[in-house]
């Protein structure tokens, strides 16, 4: 990552921050976000770095968290520090189906597919994917409606989409910007992790957590750093089998010589297990991952040589 721009703000500069972008942080709070601006050279009053505290009307303050989120082009800022990215050189894939088409799904919208680019050691560029699903990261919030007999509002145990934002006015756009930070977050791990766009955090906002979630899952990075798991696949082999570390220059052979042996049933069920560390490999090692998807679905293309995998 190359070396950040150093912002040097002054002290009525940092008291408009603190009474407007950073309104909602107490003083512990203001403190670590602007140490963090300073950290990743990017400048508040362009948006390029948001605080968002969850919790703020909790009675219980032990729930108050603060999360920091970058923008869209905050991320491309600090992404054009990296000597190895280069920006999508094509539009994002936008995937629809029309049977998720819903009051929570206006659109329809399935996932969004971004790739960007990055250069390996011998100098030869490679595409890193991201996908952000719909299900995952719209705004979503339970429907509440009065009722007649008591006359107080109660939950219809069915969900909406938020309105007050852009998910139903811009879905599109929406869904592309997770995915994009997905494929940031997949190729740049040591830049990216940890820093979200507000987009990923909507549906955290509209359902007032305290970002415990957040929290858990760099917690979750963490330790797969330290054990080694950031440079290898998680993935299991089988039915009840217990979750394996591959590394990621064993993996292809691996899973190749796995799905080679094994029956179109077996494979099958393993495909479906596995599909988001087989995602994330396509997103690590693109070229590999290209060779063992056509492997896979010539595997899958094969008859049955049983009843039970007929049937099935």
């Not at 597919?113 to 719209?138: C, I, M, P, S, T």
């Not at 596995?274 to 290209?290: H, I, M, T």
Request: hydrophobic letters at 40%; one cysteine or more.
């Amino acid at each position: 990552m190359g070396t950040a721009t150093v912002l040097e703000h002054t002290p009525k500069q940092i008291a408009l921050v603190k009474h407007t972008i950073a309104k909602d942080c107490n003083d512990d709070e203001f403190n670590l976000f602007m140490e963090a601006a300073r950290s990743y050279g990017l400048d508040p009053f362009r948006k390029q770095i948001m605080p968002l505290v969850f919790g703020k009307a909790a009675r219980d303050q032990s729930k108050r968290r603060m999360s920091i989120v970058v923008s869209r082009d905050g991320l491309r800022v600090i992404a054009q520090r990296c000597k190895n990215y280069r920006p999508a050189s094509e539009p994002a894939e936008v995937i629809f189906n029309e049977e998720m088409k819903a009051p929570t799904n206006p659109k329809g919208i399935d996932y969004a597919r971004v790739y960007l680019w990055q250069q390996d050691n011998k100098g030869e560029w490679f595409k890193v994917v991201g996908e952000a699903y719909w299900d995952e990261f719209a705004p979503l919030k339970d429907e509440w409606a009065e009722n007649p007999e008591t006359g107080r509002g109660e939950k219809t145990g069915r969900q909406t989409l938020d309105t007050s934002g852009n998910w139903a006015k811009m879905p599109v756009v929406m869904i592309t910007k997770c995915a994009e930070a997905q494929a940031l977050r997949a190729g740049w791990p040591d830049q990216f992790s940890g820093i979200y766009v507000e987009e990923e955090l909507d549906r955290a906002k509209t359902l007032d957590l305290t970002a415990s979630e957040i929290v858990a899952h760099n917690a979750e990075e963490e330790r797969a750093k330290r054990i080694g798991a950031h440079n290898a696949i998680t993935i299991t082999w089988g039915d009840g089998w217990q979750l394996e570390n591959v590394p990621l220059g064993e993996f292809a052979d691996r899973a190749a010589d796995f799905v080679k042996s094994s029956s179109v049933e077996i494979v099958r069920r393993w495909h479906d297990a596995n599909k988001q560390p087989l995602q994330v490999f396509w997103a690590k090692c693109p070229r590999d991952a290209l060779e063992l998807k056509k492997i896979i679905e010539m595997k899958l293309a094969e008859k049955p040589t049983s009843k039970t995998e007929a049937a099935a």
